[in-house]
């Protein structure tokens, strides 16, 4: 899948994890360098957001350690090579992910996915999004995400004394690669539908309500 097509149904996305084999790591830089067949980097978010890949935050390979095809190209390569030579300063950890057992359960049983899905923060404000209106534009959409990612800035700034009772809310860190990446999972499950060669997406089945 590309977020061009903005669709990933749950057998496409069973057969790209079960590629990467037991044990397998996948990184965010594939999808970003488009390697064939990775996944996105804002699917492997949303996996590592429910549980089905493991994050590495320690011990993280290097790119020649797992085989990494990229290697010959790939800018990212010293950020993860372990000589204290490396002069990089970014941050090495959510870059890589690591196959675990629950993406075994779902390459099994790619209908996993729609039990799961629905208990993303990200799918959760898309299902309030679309019990107020069946049609939404990718722009009013994004406009919508930054708006409440202001706002929750805003509120984070504010004063405790100053702030309301929460309100259960995704973490808004400016990623709209996550929500692309819902929509793309949820239109694969049928849940929602592109219109107008991709430039709307229209509610399907409120899967909120099940």
């Known amino acids: 899948m590309t977020l061009v097509s903005l669709r990933l149904d749950p057998a496409e996305l069973a057969a790209q994890l079960a590629a990467l084999g037991d044990q397998g790591i996948a990184c965010l830089h594939q999808g970003e360098l488009e390697q064939p067949g990775a996944l996105p ?41 372990r000589s204290d030579r490396s002069q990089s300063s970014r941050a090495k950890g959510g870059r890589k992910f690591r196959v675990v057992r629950e993406t075994g359960h779902l390459v099994r049983q790619p209908a996993v996915l729609a039990e799961l899905l629905p208990q993303h923060p990200v799918v959760r404000w898309l299902a309030q999004c679309f019990a107020r209106r069946e049609r939404w534009s990718r722009f009013e959409l994004a406009t919508a995400w930054l708006d409440q990612a202001l706002a929750c800035a805003d509120r984070a700034g504010a004063p405790q004394d100053d702030r309301s009772p929460a309100t259960p809310s995704p973490d808004f860190d400016g990623s709209r690669r996550e929500l692309a990446a819902c929509l793309a999972l949820l239109a694969g499950l049928g849940w929602l539908d592109w219109e107008q060669d991709g430039f709307t997406v229209r509610l399907v089945h409120p899967w909120w309500r099940a």
């Open 41 to 81: 980097s804002g699917v492997l978010l949303v996996l590592a957001g429910l549980g089905i890949l493991q994050p590495l935050t320690t011990r993280i390979p290097s790119c020649p350690e797992h085989g990494c095809p990229l290697v010959p190209r790939c800018p990212y390569v010293r950020d993860f090579e």
